[in-house]
């Protein structure tokens, strides 16, 4: 698979973006880019509202990504395009869960 063509002279790598599949992998919500790629065909699968099907879609900070991830959907801003499959810690930095999974099984606390 290749890693497509390099950005323009002069224009950022930001503005020219990410595949989504290598960016779900980066950002280790799939354990291998083939999942990533498949998340992404099965979907359904918005970027910033806009319905994507394909695996080489862009993806830039600043991008909303919606997705369905087990149980549960994800919303999730995307704030850096990342460079490798780092760790954990490393990947939790390249975007901002802005309605993160809730346990199914918590029960309400009492005041």
């Known amino acids: ?26 950002a ?9 790629a498949r998340l992404v065909i ?10 994507i099907t394909k695996p080489h879609h862009p993806v830039r900070p600043g991008c909303v990504l919606t997705f369905p991830l087990a149980r549960h959907i994800r919303i999730i801003r995307v704030l850096a395009l990342g460079h490798r499959r780092g760790p954990p810690a490393e990947a939790r930095g390249l975007y ?8 199914e099984n918590a029960l309400p606390r009492n005041p």
């Open 1 to 26: 698979m290749t890693a497509g063509p390099p950005p323009a002279p002069g224009v950022p790598e930001a503005a020219a973006g990410l595949r989504i599949d290598k960016w779900l992998w980066y």
């Open 28 to 36: 280790r919500f799939c354990k291998t880019r083939s999942l990533a």
């Open 42 to 51: 099965d979907g359904p699968m918005r970027c910033s509202g806009t319905l």
């Open 96 to 103: 901002e869960d802005l309605a993160p999974p809730t346990p």
